[in-house]
Structure formats: structure tokens, C-alpha cells
């Protein structure tokens, strides 16, 4: 979300004659743009800080010209003005709800009576309305965020308190903006959000719609080729949406759904509201409906008061669910979370090795889940150039990067879908030969 959130900026800046530029030692405005989602992401971000300082002063120096420099994301939503305490060279401090006031808290930065602006208000009047921009360039493949923020209050996680209360983004609203991102070459869009599934409006015919409907509607759109969504929460999981992973051709065979632990009395405590019984089943359901689906999760290791049973118990759900691919992570505290002041949290050297066998038994799975797609073709988008000379990176609709080189050198082929033969396979992609056209 915070790529959405930073291309949004960029769309917002370009008619106030900014540019995006890769290179900071010169830049005018340097927007930090921060996540809060586990550990160290406040040290992170004044670490962050101090090596923009360098950088803004050595311009100081060099050219007289003054930097502004603004923190925007999560971090400066839970931070607000403390940041500027700490690293008085920051001008501007804004939250993910409210960066679409960015090019007005540019205007009011003023450089000599050091006015500094923070702006981490939850608007009424919801932030989608005042971005209409012109959509620039984006490449094959982008992000459309449709739902924001949470009502589940899982008790690790400070998203409810960083991004707010859960809030559908309008369908006309989503369509508009899908067929923008169309219209600058946009084939496959991710639809995005903290809470994806819960994503409900009033749909076209005025019944109330959910993201299954959603993405029929979208799939309408003739030169939209491949449709995502992520992330879910497994009790938003509804029959239509499953039903869709079957019958809409454009909704790519992937389906990343957090269980975070196989214990039910740690998700008890996750206040994840499902036990691992429920989520197994709909794991079950999404097969009955689309065999082939690629299934992704997240896992959190050592939640206060896991035991070693629990860390079997989730062992044993991994090994059930036979994961495509997967993220896991160490419990780490989040300021004003409840789980943060649990009292029983478990050691250190003890997450460090449930991680371990976690991830090697993620990791043992998503390369045998990679294996088995040798000798098949897949239908790939193919989204850059490679590092290699003559080679192209494309992602499959399991969402798998797939490395080839065509055999002519001349065309750009960024943005086509071709058929691949998968040759070869390991642990984070696969590679593949162009079957020819004839
Ligand atoms: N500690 C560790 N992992 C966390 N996540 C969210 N909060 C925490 C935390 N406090 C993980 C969850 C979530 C993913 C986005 O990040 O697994 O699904
Ligand atoms: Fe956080 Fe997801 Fe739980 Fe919401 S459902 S509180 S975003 S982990």
C-alpha cells in the first residue's frame, strides 16, 4: 500500500511542477515514506533521517538551496510531532489519510521562520475524493487501493490505530480510476487493502456488493488482463468471492489469506476471531473451486504465551495447507497494541528458532510448488527488463517471477503476455523459453 500511497504522491506533485528523481543529492522535496507495521520501523526511520540530513545540508552547502523534507506513512501517523523534536530538519509530518493535502503543506513550508506543518487528521471527507490527479505512467502492472484501515483489532498489529476504521473506497470511484490506469497501459491492477475482502458498496444495480462482484465488474474492462487482490482476512472470505476464483477467467489463481498461528488458543489471544479448524475449511472450499490455486499466508512466530505445542500446532497447519508461498515473521511488540503489554512474552533465542523451522518448511514447500510447473506453460505478463543482457522478467499468475530471453534481441516486449515453457524452477523463480507463435 505505501507504493500506491507513494505513486499517488507523485501523480499529486507532478502539477505543481515536480519530478520524480531517483537521486536525492539534489532534490527539492524528499518524502520519506515509512511503514509501522512490525519492529524498528520508528529507528529505522530516524536513522533514515540522519542520512537525509547530510544530504540536504551538503546541498545547503554546495548550492545555497534548501531541501523541504517531509515524513509521510505510518511512523509519522503514530509519531506526529515527535519527529520533528527529534530531527528538527523536517518540515512536514503526514499521515496516510491525509497526503493528499501534501502540495498545500509544501506551499506553507517556510524556510526562513522554520513554519513546520503536521497533518494526521482521519478527514471526514475520505482522501479518495481529492485524489484525482492524473494518473502518469506506471508500467504493465499497479496497485488500486479499494478498502483502507480495520475494525478486527488483532491484538499484535497497529494497523487499526495507523490507518483507522475500515472504509470502502465507492465503486464508481474504483472503476474510474482502474480504467485511468487502463488508458496509460496498466494489464494486470492488484487491488489493495488492509482488510481486501471486507470491501463492500452499493453496487450498480443498488444491491450491496462485495469484492467478488467487484472484480466481475472490473474484469469487464476489456484491455484489463489479469486481476489481484490482497491482503484477506480468512471470515471475509465469502462464497462469491470463492466462487469467482472458478469462474472469473481474469482473476489470477492466487490467493494470500494470514492464518498467523495453527494454535486455537493463540489465535484466541490474536483475537484473529477464527479458530484453525475455520480457516482450514475454507482453504478446502477455495480448492473446490479452483483446484490449481497458489496458496500464500502470513505466520507470526512467538506470540506472548505461545508454547511449543502451539508452534507444532502451526507446523502441522503449514504442512495441511501445503503453502505455494508464504511471509513469516518474530512477534514484535507495537506500541499501544494490547499484545505489547501481555505479560508472558517468549524469548528471544526461542522465536529465532520457531522462525527457523517455519520458514524451512515454507521454504520446502514454495520450491516444490515451483518444481511441479516445470514442463507446463504458463501465461506470463512480462513486467521488466532483467539484469542479464537480452533477459526479461515477467510474473506468472500464480504470482511467480519468471526469468527468459527471446530469441530475436530487437523488440521491447514490456507489457505483452506471452506463452512460456517453464524449463527450470527454484526457490523464488522460475525460468522459461518462449513458445513461438506460428
Ligand atoms: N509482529 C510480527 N508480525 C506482525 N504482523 C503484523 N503485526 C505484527 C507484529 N506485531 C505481520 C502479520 C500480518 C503482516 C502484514 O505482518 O503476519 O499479516
Ligand atoms: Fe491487522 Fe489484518 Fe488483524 Fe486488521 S485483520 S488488525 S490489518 S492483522
Known amino acids: 500500500m505505501n507504493f500506491y500511497d507513494s505513486d499517488k504522491m507523485t501523480d499529486l506533485l507532478k502539477p505543481h511542477g515536480y519530478q520524480l528523481d531517483d537521486n536525492e543529492d ?21 536513522s533514515e533521517l540522519g542520512r537525509i540530513r547530510d544530504k540536504i545540508n551538503t546541498r545547503k552547502a554546495n548550492t545555497g538551496k534548501k531541501s523541504i523534507v517531509a515524513v509521510a506513512g505510518c511512523v509519522a501517523q503514530a509519531q ?12 512536514i509530518v503526514v499521515g496516510p489519510q491525509s497526503y493528499q493535502n501534501l502540495p498545500e503543506l509544501i506551499a506553507k513550508v517556510d524556510p526562513i521562520n522554520k513554519n513546520k506543518n503536521i497533518s494526521i487528521d482521519f478527514p471526514t471527507i475520505p482522501k479518495f475524493d481529492q485524489l484525482n490527479a492524473t494518473i502518469e505512467e506506471r508500467g504493465p502492472s499497479a496497485f488500486l487501493t479499494i478498502q483502507e484501515g480495520c475494525d478486527k483489532f488483532c491484538t499484535f498489529c497497529v494497523v487499526p490505530y495507523t490507518r483507522g476504521a475500515e ?106 476471531k477464527h479458530t484453525s479448524k475455520q480457516y482450514l475449511k475454507i482453504i478446502e472450499k477455495v480448492r473446490e473451486y479452483n483446484p490449481k490455486i497458489a496458496i500464500s499466508g502470513d505466520f507470526i512466530v512467538g506470540f506472548p504465551g505461545e508454547t511449543e505445542k502451539d508452534h507444532l500446532s502451526t ?40 522462525l527457523y523451522e517455519v520458514q524451512e518448511l515454507l521454504r520446502s514447500q514454495q520450491l516444490s510448488f515451483n518444481k511441479k510447473t516445470i514442463n507446463t506453460t504458463m501465461k506470463v505478463l512480462v513486467l521488466k527488463k532483467g539484469k542479464k543482457k537480452n533477459q526479461y522478467i515477467g510474473r506468472s499468475p500464480f504470482n511467480q517471477s519468471v526469468y527468459f530471453s527471446p530469441y530475436a534481441n530487437n523488440e521491447n516486449l514490456i507489457g505483452s503476455f506471452l506463452d512460456l515453457n517453464i524449463t527450470e524452477a527454484f526457490q523464488n523463480s522460475l525460468k522459461g523459453n518462449i513458445i513461438p507463435n506460428f
Open 26 to 46: 539534489d532534490a527539492d522535496l524528499i518524502v520519506l515514506n515509512t511503514c509501522h507495521i512490525r519492529e524498528k520501523a520508528v529507528e529505522k526511520t530516524y
Open 80 to 91: 506526529g510531532k515527535e519527529i520533528m523534536k527529534r530531527s528538527p530538519w523536517v518540515d
Open 167 to 272: 472504509y470502502s473506497r465507492p465503486l464508481t470511484s474504483i472503476i474510474g480510476e482502474a480504467k485511468k490506469l487502463v488508458d496509460v497501459g496498466v494489464k494486470e491492477i492488484t487491488l489493495l487493502g488492509q482488510n481486501v475482502n471486507a470491501w463492500s458498496s452499493k453496487g450498480l444495480d443498488n444491491e450491496n456488493w462485495g469484492l467478488g462482484k467487484l472484480i466481475d465488474e472490473l474484469a469487464k474492462i476489456n484491455e484489463l488482463k489479469f486481476i489481484r487482490y490482497t491482503t484477506s482476512h480468512p471470515l471475509d472470505m465469502d462464497i462469491e468471492l470463492i466462487k469467482s476464483h472458478r469462474d472469473n477467467k481474469k482473476l489470477m489463481p492466487y490467493l494470500h489469506l494470514p492464518v498467523q498461528s495453527g494454535a486455537d488458543n493463540v489465535l484466541k489471544m490474536m483475537n484473529r
Open 315 to 354: 507446523l502441522n497447519l503449514i504442512k495441511q495447507v501445503n503453502y505455494a508461498q508464504a511471509y513469516s515473521f518474530k512477534y514484535s511488540k507495537r506500541p499501544g497494541t494490547p499484545g505489547s503489554v501481555f505479560l508472558n512474552h517468549v524469548n528471544e533465542d526461542i522465536k529465532n528458532s520457531r
